[in-house]
């Protein structure tokens, strides 16, 4: 989990002001494939008040809108699947759902 409380601009590698993590991983030993590893996230990240409020005052962001949009939480769920294929080679697949990227949800009127 992470917060900050938004009042000050953000020069790091992402915007949000509070952000929740939740993740699991497994080993392959379970399905008899001893390399192998599985695992599953859910990230949910969002803005204050007061940051909405900067940017749609004219306030500028390094990623996030001008400050004429709805704002939501981005949430993120990922997955992914690593394999042993043959002596040291470990092919990976991974898929990835992101809602609101960068807290951004609509357009507003």
């Known amino acids: 989990m992470g917060w900050n409380e938004g009042e000050r601009e953000s020069y790091a590698y992402t915007e949000d002001d509070e952000t929740f993590l939740l993740g ?4 392959g030993k379970r ?25 749609a005052l004219g306030g500028l962001g390094f990623l996030l809108g001008d400050g ?29 759902r992101i809602n609101n990227p960068a807290t951004t949800a609509t357009a507003a009127p």
């Open 24 to 27: 699991v991983g497994a080993s």
């Open 68 to 96: 004429h949009l709805n704002y939501g939480r981005e949430n993120i769920l990922e997955t992914y699947y690593t394999f042993h294929a043959w002596r040291g080679i470990f092919p990976s697949v991974g898929l990835q």
């Open 31 to 55: 399905w008899r494939r001893n390399l192998d590893r599985a695992g599953i996230a859910f990230v949910s990240n969002g803005i204050s008040r007061d940051h909405q409020e900067y940017l």
